[in-house]
């Protein structure tokens, strides 16, 4: 929401939406220096709570540096050493959202990272996966990580961006299963509803892309209305775009509504 106006709060607000959960995401540049993800985690813990509290939304975060800005490990060290002292803010969930965009050693070194400091300070994850064809290898390589360290459970982690290839391993293999809407990328709301009907709706959520590119923070809604369209109960939509980011984000002690 860093990247939104505040029409977006009152939108949501308007279409019945109940919270926000924001990743750490790349700022549309290359942050230079570790100072601005300090500033950033800021503007995450503490301003952006606050304008989402005038239109009535309670706001949570993730915090991390995207896989995006991991080629750097020098940097991503310097902003992994900053994130402890914000864990223990009011609206912070966990780490996130951490994973792979090129699938580079590098990225994978500064993913082993995030992984160890969710392990060690108990946090929960939350994934970003590589888009197009370096996909499904990603979510796989991802996956390998989060399993090969015993102190990480698979129900507390959600992989992000699936999508009709990938989305059986990770239910497969113990994790939720996240599907980020978009209205001309990635997975749209009649690709996540033929999802939902091949694989099932449980552990998989819905989200809204809100971002500096083309985005709908609607987009969830919009999906409710095209499952609607093939009709789903309103029970079973309930289930999918409300009850199941509930029951998975209130593992955190800190997620609570209303």
Same mark, same amino acid.
């Given at each position: 929401?860093?990247?939104? /106006? /505040?029409? *977006?709060?009152? *939108?949501?607000? =308007? ?9 750490? #995401? ?9 100072? &601005?993800?300090?500033?950033? #985690?800021?503007?995450? %813990?503490?301003?952006?709570? +606050? ?16 896989? +995006?800005?991991?080629? *750097?490990?020098?940097?991503? =060290? ?9 864990? !223990? ?26 992984? *160890?400091?969710?392990?060690?300070? &108990?946090? @929960?994850?939350?994934?970003? =996966? ?8 990603? /979510?796989?390589?991802? @996956? ?15 992989? !992000? ?6 989305? +059986? ?10 599907? /980020? ?6 997975? =749209? ?66 997620? %609570?509504? &209303?």
């Amino acid at each position: 929401m860093v990247s939104r /106006t /505040t029409d *977006d709060y009152r *939108d949501m607000v =308007t279409a019945g939406c109940q919270a926000v959960c924001e990743p750490a #995401f790349w700022a549309g540049f290359d942050r230079s220096s570790a100072a &601005g993800f300090h500033d950033y #985690f800021c503007q995450l %813990t503490d301003y952006e709570p +606050k304008r989402a509290a005038k239109f009535g939304l309670p706001h949570f975060c993730w915090l991390c540096i995207n896989p +995006k800005e991991s080629e *750097d490990v020098a940097l991503a =060290t310097d902003v992994i050493a900053l994130i402890p002292k914000f864990l !223990d803010r009011a609206n912070v969930l966990g780490i996130g959202e951490i994973g792979l965009n090129k699938n580079s050693r590098n990225e994978m070194k500064v993913l082993e990272m995030h992984v *160890d400091l969710a392990a060690r300070t &108990g946090q @929960m994850i939350l994934v970003h =996966t590589p888009h197009l064809e370096d996909k499904l290898k990603g /979510t796989r390589l991802i @996956m390998d990580v989060l399993k090969a360290d015993s102190r990480v459970r698979p129900e507390r982690c959600i992989i !992000d961006h699936v999508e009709e290839h990938t989305v +059986k391993e990770v239910l497969d293999r113990g994790f939720w299963a996240g599907m /980020t809407l978009y209205p001309e990328s990635k997975c =749209t709301a009649a690709r996540a509803a033929d999802i939902v009907e091949i694989y099932g709706a449980e552990r998989i959520w819905m989200n809204s892309a809100c971002d500096w590119g083309v985005s709908v923070p609607l987009a969830v809604p919009y999906a409710a209305l095209e499952m609607r369209r093939r009709g789903h109960s309103a029970e079973a939509i309930d289930r999918l775009i409300y009850q199941n980011p509930v029951r998975f984000l209130s593992q955190s002690g800190k997620f %609570t509504l &209303g």
